[in-house]
């Protein structure tokens, strides 16, 4: 069974573009969350998904957005890109969000804003 | 107010002797607590999960974890390190009030020495 999978691997962008995220969860997944590791502050959590809704977010400001697919995939997508958004970006997915649901993460995307 | 703290940021071991990951918490309702691992340049790992069956949970790779409501305590532990453990660690926690809260803690990163 494939896992998260997440694309592109990494990206490099200037200042001031958009940049797109790409995140197809384990078949059977309906929850997508992705999180910001930035070196030094950790794991953020920045959105989650349920059956193509959002249902939560993070305290980020609104040019980080999103949305899931039909099929339950997901996009990130990040405007007017800044140098301190440069980071790794982990998408995850679970069964639909309960008390004890694990969720599995994909390998990231590292985006890197120059 | 939920919370995450690892309370060391660096670990540092020899190669057999035991390691012990710390973490507290705080959440107003009954929570639902991971560990999770990041190896290098990869994703993150379940390693083990309190779904509050037991209070000792176990964990892969012979990793364990108590959980003791009284202290909020979830610390990680395993009675020989390995140069493969080197990694770094996250304590979660994770609650559904409503809405869906996952916390990541800041992360211990663990060092092996042989």
């Known amino acids: 069974e494939a896992g998260v999978t997440q694309s592109p691997t990494h990206l490099i962008k200037t200042r001031g573009q958009q940049a797109t995220l790409r995140c197809s969860p384990i078949?059977?997944?309906?929850?997508v969350y992705w999180y910001q590791q930035a070196l030094g502050l950790g794991l953020q959590f920045l959105l989650w998904y349920d059956e193509g809704e959002e249902r939560n977010r993070g305290n980020f400001p609104p040019r980080f957005s999103g949305r899931q697919f039909p099929n339950y995939s997901s996009e990130l997508n990040v405007n007017a890109l800044e140098l301190e958004d440069s980071a790794l970006y982990l998408c995850?997915?679970?069964?639909?969000?309960?008390?004890?649901?694990?969720?599995?993460f994909g390998q990231g995307t590292r985006l890197t804003v120059v | 107010a939920q919370s995450v703290t690892q309370l060391d940021s660096h670990v540092s071991v020899s190669e057999g002797t035991p390691v012990l990951l710390r973490c507290n918490y705080s959440?107003?309702?009954?929570?639902?607590l991971f560990w999770y691992v990041q190896h290098p340049n990869k994703g993150l790992q379940l390693l083990l999960k309190y779904t509050s069956a037991a209070t000792l949970v176990k964990g892969i790779n012979g990793f364990e974890a108590e959980f003791k409501k009284s202290e909020t305590s979830f610390h990680l532990t395993k009675p020989s390190a390995h140069m493969s453990d080197a990694a770094e660690y996250f304590c979660?926690?994770?609650?559904?009030?409503?809405?869906?809260?996952?916390?990541f803690g800041a992360g211990t990163r663990l060092f092996v020495k042989a």
């Open positions: 078949s059977g997944h309906t929850s």
């Open positions: 979660v926690v994770s609650e559904r009030t409503g809405g869906f809260k996952t916390i």
């Open positions: 995850a997915s679970s069964l639909k969000t309960g008390r004890n649901t694990e969720a599995f």
């Open positions: 959440s107003s309702y009954s929570p639902s």
